[in-house]
């Protein structure tokens, strides 16, 4: 029949809307065998190396990506596929790699709607090679749009661990206190706790910073910054002689 290639097709996007991706997978192998000249075959291999990232198959999506961009360049999809084989790379510590990739896209795909994500990416990648320079202007790109970007936020913390890192206390503070402002589930707020109350602790701030390290043992009754918590708790007590208190 020749509707049994498109029929083939559907069947394989049916079970990828279904979430079942799994057993998608063979459905795309046997159909790019089937009909490997056909018209659908580029989808074929973008929905290969989709549901492979989709299910954390970096490595198996990461091949397909490069298949995909090498026969089909011109593609619509090629953009995104682009950045998913970027991703693929992010996702596996192939940091340089990962660089190389999310630069590429930015180069040639500067207006699709991955380039946020991209710019993002990349200076999360530079700051994992700590190359720090590189990194502070597109996480603070990054930054500014935070608000309502979800996933975004974390640049205000890693751009908080850098200022904190050179002794910069007061913008680490910054930082930190717009993290934390950011949501009440953040997976890094123990941390960004921790660092802006040291942060204002490093000022001679230890009003404002056993006030912090109080809040934090109240949320994170079993972090595992607990000790250091109440230790230097008891240093700013210290320091405003309130000794009875620590």
């Known amino acids: 029949s020749a509707l049994l290639p498109e029929m083939s097709y559907d069947r394989a996007v049916a079970l990828v809307q ?9 459905l795309l192998e046997q159909f790019r065998r089937n009909f490997p000249e056909h018209a ?3 989808d074929a291999v973008h929905l290969q190396a989709l549901v492979s990232h989709e299910l954390s198959h970096y490595d198996e999506s990461g091949k397909f990506c490069r298949e995909f961009l090498k026969r089909f360049p011109k593609h619509n999809s090629a953009a995104f596929v682009a950045f998913v084989s970027a991703e693929n790379e992010f996702l596996t510590e192939h940091m340089e790699i990962a660089e190389k990739g999310y630069r590429d896209f930015l180069t040639y795909f500067s207006h699709h709607a991955q380039a946020p994500q991209a710019r993002y990416r990349l ?10 320079d590189e990194a502070a202007p597109l996480l603070a790109q990054s930054a500014a749009g935070a608000h309502g970007a979800k996933g975004f936020e974390s640049s205000l913390l890693v751009l908080g661990d850098m200022a904190f890192q050179r002794g910069e206390w007061k913008t680490a503070e910054q930082h930190y206190a717009e993290y934390l402002k950011q949501g009440a589930d953040l997976q890094g707020a123990e941390d960004a706790l921790l660092r802006m109350a040291m942060a204002r602790q490093r000022q001679g701030r230890h009003e404002d910073s056993a006030r912090d390290y109080e809040e934090m043992l109240r949320r994170f009754p079993k972090g595992r910054h607990r000790a250091t918590a109440q230790f230097e708790r008891g240093q700013c007590l210290a320091a405003l002689n309130r000794d009875e208190d620590a």
Do not use: D, N, W
């Not at 079942?20 to 997978?25: D, I, N, P, T």
């Not at 200076?123 to 720090?132: E, I, P, S």
């Open 40 to 42: 659908l075959a580029a």
């Open 123 to 132: 200076g999360m990648t530079l700051y994992r090679l700590q190359k720090f």
């Open 18 to 26: 279904a979430q079942k991706r799994e057993e998608a997978l063979p």
